[in-house]
């Protein structure tokens, strides 16, 4: 840390620019060639347990060549990159079309980071080497029915029994419920405190007899998300982390987790992206059936608009690693890239539509259909915060407006 | 890598920005008649802004980049500059490359006024800051030219900003001084980031403007900016003016560093701030709710110079053409 510490003092110092260093195109040199070569060449599958066992696979080969936990510390496993690294990374995994993590999301850039910020030793060495190597698949049980934005007001109860908590309620939005062997789950352990103080933050295991899973099936036809039904549940009491009732400081340490440096590979995603768009609207006909679409006045504008906006979100994301390689937490300002992104994300999947017109109408399931992304992007501005909840950290926290009623 | 200004550039735009916020506050504007750079010159030019990017050998060069330059033109757009600032920075920079001594002496030292002239679709030239202008400097994406003003048509009416005049003319706007072709000097390139980080000081200043009222403006017994709808709206603003920014930096770094991607960074950096500032000082005009549409209010300055500098070398859809056409790395 001390030497972290050293290199940014040292970083601020530098003229804007750029560059990088000749170390960190090695890095990349390196990073190029090893995802070249092992990228899995066949796309992933619908989700499911093809699905499971294909990102499974891709993470195990990942960590075995130690590319286990790009933004991981090494002592637990990690890779213990700076951010510039993880930023070298995500291009090039990008560039690489590697494949979303999907079943290890929740374990490397939820649960595991969490528990390296919060947990005990032990459970640190119990569940960090399996998340890394997937062995250990995770899922977020946060919401609620009730408890949507108002993440606070959450009522799933956990009574004391001895040496377990007895907990019954349901949780919702949960990814992977079906797949997963563990949880993040979020229970009230004191009733009778005010709303935020009764949290506790604690390891579920998926297999405890009294858990049920339902899936949801979503507008673009997928379901990875669960509804989670407990009842009678025992956990023992050695599973919470950081302590009874400190939950909420818990979960909020990861959600600046995901409003961190989540979006670094998906900006270089949407980058790709919006370039095979420009290269469609070439190959296809405009409406009036004479002209390629690209020289279409309105797709034309829309086209050259959300590429700048593209380069934009690609500089606002450089300038929130260089923010974040100066303070030890993201601060609100993560929530501006968030934000941008997202509506951007759902602007481009509305250009593809109205540009691909009648074609598009025809049902397919694939993830790389502009229809299916188009429906799937919707979760954008849903998901991790609502862009209303952004707005209202942006308003409060960025320029200081008074807190909403 | 790293996008935020070091202790020394801050040192150097908090110079630029002292400066401003006591000479030439906003407020000044209330009085504007088309001419605020002429009632502003002789103090402009010891400013050292005309000459930021030249060499120290030159008289009043300051030695420095174009991101420094970048960073001290948001200061200006902040403050709403003249566009004639501008004028002189790039018209110095044709002078410089056309191998005029001379000239750049004149312009440097503020003794010749540049305008700014923007080529239209019909071919003829839009003139701007025309009040008391001695040269205008105009470019496209191939060419930047040097005029010497041409007395008969380019007096000028006032604009729809009524710090500055315009005049519309239907051929060259004076009498040819240097050309100089964009592989010698990539003015278009330059103007663009310099329009944009203007712009982005607009934005923010509208931003800020916004944010300060939606703060003490009380109605229903508390804050405005308490309430969601308002706060939403300033939270927008804060975006779009972080989008802006960020991008200006990238932009100004891809041209000081003459990579492939920069006209592509340029015109990405223009249109990117064109929006911001567009959206960020209409909406100001909204949260100020009455005080917005009064003339005392200071929104409505920042909204009629984003229309003045959007039109600069190229209005949106010229950039929104430069984007799509443009290489990318």
Known sequence: MDGERREARLRSWWPMNLHFSPDEDAFRDQVRTWLRENVPKEPPPMPGIESRAYDVEWQRRQFDAGWGGISWPREYGGCGFSLTQQLIWHEEYARADGPFMGVNFVGLSHAGPTLILRGSEEQKRFHLPKILRADEIWCQGFSEPGAGSDLASLRTRADIDGDHLVVNGQKIWTSYADTAQSQELLVRTDAAAVKHKGISWVICDMASPGITVRPIKSISGGAHFCEVFYDDVRIPISNVVGGLNNGWSIAMSTLAFERGTAFMAEQVMLARRIERLIGLAGDIKAPDGRRPAILDDEFARRLATVRAECAALRAMTLASVSRNARQELPGPEGSMVRLYFALLVQRVGALAMDMLGAPALAYDPQPHAWSHQYFYEFAQTIGGGTSEIQRNIIGERVLGLPKSA | ?329
């Not at chain 2, 402009?44 to 009043?60: C, R």
């Not at chain 2, 948001?74 to 003249?82: F, Q, S």
């Open chain 2, 1 to 329: 890598m790293d996008l935020l200004p070091t202790p020394e550039q801050e040192l150097i735009v908090a110079a630029s920005a002292k400066y401003l916020g006591a000479e030439m506050p906003v407020e000044r504007l209330r009085r504007a008649n088309g001419s605020d750079a002429l009632a502003l010159w002789p103090r402009l030019a010891e400013q050292g802004w005309f000459a930021m990017t030249l060499p120290e050998s030159v008289d009043g060069g300051g030695g420095l980049g174009i991101v420094e330059e970048a960073l001290v033109h948001r200061e200006l757009g902040r403050y709403l500059a003249p566009p004639a600032v501008l004028g002189a920075s790039l018209g110095a920079r044709v002078a410089t490359a056309a191998d005029l001594p001379d000239m750049v002496a004149r312009i440097v030292s503020g003794t010749a006024r540049v305008g700014l002239a923007s080529l239209q679709a019909d071919g003829g030239w839009q003139l701007l800051d025309t009040a008391g202008a001695d040269l205008y400097v105009g470019w496209t994406p191939a060419s930047a030219w040097l005029w010497a003003a041409d007395v008969a048509g380019a007096d000028g009416t006032i604009s729809i900003d009524p710090a500055i005049s315009v005049a519309m003319m239907r051929t060259t706007p004076g009498v040819p001084v240097a050309q100089v072709p964009a592989s010698r000097l990539p003015l278009s390139d330059v103007a663009s980031v310099l329009l944009a980080a203007q712009l982005t000081g607009i934005a923010e200043a509208a931003r800020d403007l916004a944010v300060a009222y939606a703060s003490t403006r009380q109605q229903f017994g508390r804050p405005i900016g308490g309430f969601q709808a308002v706060k939403h709206q300033c939270a927008d603003m804060a975006v779009a003016c972080e989008a802006a920014y960020s991008m200006v930096k990238l932009a100004a770094l891809c041209v000081a560093e003459a990579a492939v991607d920069a006209s592509f960074a340029a015109a990405s950096a223009k249109l990117v701030a064109v929006q911001a500032a567009l959206g960020t000082s209409r909406a100001t005009i909204q949260v100020h709710g009455g005080m917005g549409i009064t003339h005392d209010c200071l929104a409505h300055f920042f909204l009629k110079r984003v229309h003045i500098l959007e039109a600069v070398g190229g209005g949106l859809r010229e950039q929104q053409a430069r984007v799509l056409r443009a290489a990318i790395d």
